[in-house]
């Protein structure tokens, strides 16, 4: 499985046009093929700091999701938006399992 971070900074007067913006990418998303997870969430302490998650099955469905014509469209609409360039971190995991707390 791999496991995709990203942090990104918006505009805070643009939340609401980010958000829709988002959602569409994330409903495109969960539609791919190899798309286990795919979610946004903004930070408790600033709104406008939102990060996201991704799962994919393997490095195929990721690399098929990085080179769609939707994400390239998703970022030139979203670019405008952001106050400095997002930050996207990829990770190769080997298992993984519940936590007992």
């Known amino acids: 499985m791999i496991a995709v971070t990203s942090d990104a900074h918006l505009n805070p007067d643009r939340l609401d046009e980010?958000?829709?913006?988002?959602l569409d990418l994330q409903a495109h998303a969960?539609?791919?093929g190899g798309c286990l997870s795919y979610?946004?969430?903004?930070?408790?302490?600033?709104?406008?700091?939102?990060?996201?998650?991704?799962?994919w099955?393997?490095?195929?469905?990721l690399e098929a999701h990085l080179s769609a014509p939707?994400?390239?469209a998703t970022l030139?609409?979203?670019?405008?938006?952001?106050?400095?360039p997002p930050v996207v971190t990829r990770?190769?995991?080997?298992e993984h399992g519940p936590i007992e707390l």
Do not use: C, Q
């Open 57 to 61: 099955a393997d490095d195929a469905s």
């Open 39 to 55: 979610v946004f969430a903004a930070a408790l302490e600033d709104p406008a700091h939102i990060r996201g998650f991704e799962e």
């Open 91 to 94: 990770y190769a995991v080997s």
């Open 18 to 22: 980010a958000r829709t913006i988002l």
């Open 30 to 32: 969960l539609r791919e």
């Open 76 to 84: 030139e609409r979203l670019g405008p938006l952001l106050t400095r």
């Open 70 to 72: 939707a994400l390239a």
